[in-house]
């Protein structure tokens, strides 16, 4: 991939993604095929001659090691003098945010500064590739989603070339350029995010992408919601309108059966011609309460089985 490309693996729990990312590193042998670099068949280069920066997701800090001491441990092992390893500590700490920390112990840290201190350890030794394998994933929230768009300001700013692992959507997409969907020990499809979320080219990608309208069409045909089409298909959320106003052309009428506030406005589930639904809706409807649905069928993506 080029320099300076996020390249984010996601898939399901068993889908291949970390085991990838330990044969790139070496630390596993492929047992077919090769791992090239640059056009170099680097398969049986050592993990340590590779140049390439792993990071996991329990961070492997040294607790009995000061902040500083893990940020330069791998630049002693590369053999750098002490004032040069003072100096690129001092400077990695501060693009991280944590400035000042080097003499701080890694026991008095919160999650998120020991996922910085990790940080800035994997980029010391200016690795040719980072790789990460979820190392936000046992964060809250809120704090994953702000150090995801921290580590991707840096990443950019430095011209990082890194291999992202995740099994969650929103983090990929706010992390990578792109995107490869893995299953079963192989990548389905590549992409960057706003092309897979517009077309994700299977049931299975749109699915774990996190559509949920991913359905067999034929009640909705058959009804006139729906013009004449097979196989399976994703209906966008936004392409279903949800009201209470009477029926028209390319109208029927359905049932709410759920109803979820998402910060701004609500999204209904409803019941109509025997298949469930989710579209924006324009206020809390009641549960049970009878409503008017249509879809826009020119946003209906065939995506297979």
């Given amino acids: 991939m080029p320099t300076g490309t996020v390249l984010a693996l996601m898939g399901p729990s068993g889908s291949g993604k970390s085991s990838a990312l330990r044969i790139i590193a070496g630390l596993d ?21 590779r140049r390439f920066g792993l990071m996991f997701q329990d961070y492997a800090l040294f607790p009995h090691r000061t902040v500083g001491e893990n940020v330069g441990f791998g630049l002693r092992m590369n053999g750098w003098d002490p004032a040069r390893i003072r100096a690129r500590v001092d400077e990695m700490l501060a693009l991280v945010g944590l400035a000042g920390f080097a003499a701080r112990r890694i026991q008095g840290l919160s999650g998120g500064e020991q996922q910085r201190v990790a940080l800035a350890r994997t980029l010391a030794p200016s690795p ?12 809250d929230r809120e704090l ?14 430095l011209g990082v070339t890194a291999v992202y692992v995740t099994h969650d959507r929103e983090e990929a997409f706010a992390m990578a350029d792109r995107v490869a969907i893995m299953r079963t020990g192989r990548v389905l499809t590549v992409g960057t995010p706003q092309q897979l979320w517009e077309d994700p080219g299977s049931a299975f990608v749109a699915r774990l992408l ?47 059966t759920a109803v979820v506030y998402r910060g701004g406005h609500w999204d209904a589930t409803v019941a109509v011609d025997g298949v469930e639904l989710v579209g924006a809706a324009p206020a809390p409807l009641l549960l049970g309460a009878p409503v008017t649905v249509r879809i826009d069928a020119g946003a209906v993506v065939p995506v297979g089985a």
């Fill in 210 to 256: 996190g559509h949920p309208n991913v359905i067999d069409p034929t009640a909705l045909v058959a009804s006139g919601l729906l013009p004449e089409m097979a196989g399976t298909v994703l209906i966008p959320v936004s392409a279903v309108s949800i009201d209470g106003e009477g029926e028209g052309e390319g109208e029927g009428p359905g049932r709410v």
């Fill in 144 to 157: 994953r989603d702000r150090l995801a768009i921290e580590t991707r300001t840096l990443f950019t700013t």
């Fill in 128 to 139: 040719r590739l980072v790789m990460l394998d979820e190392p936000l994933g046992s964060l």
């Fill in 29 to 49: 042998r492929p047992d077919r095929g090769t791992v090239s670099w640059d056009g170099e068949d680097i398969t049986d280069t050592p993990p340590h001659r």
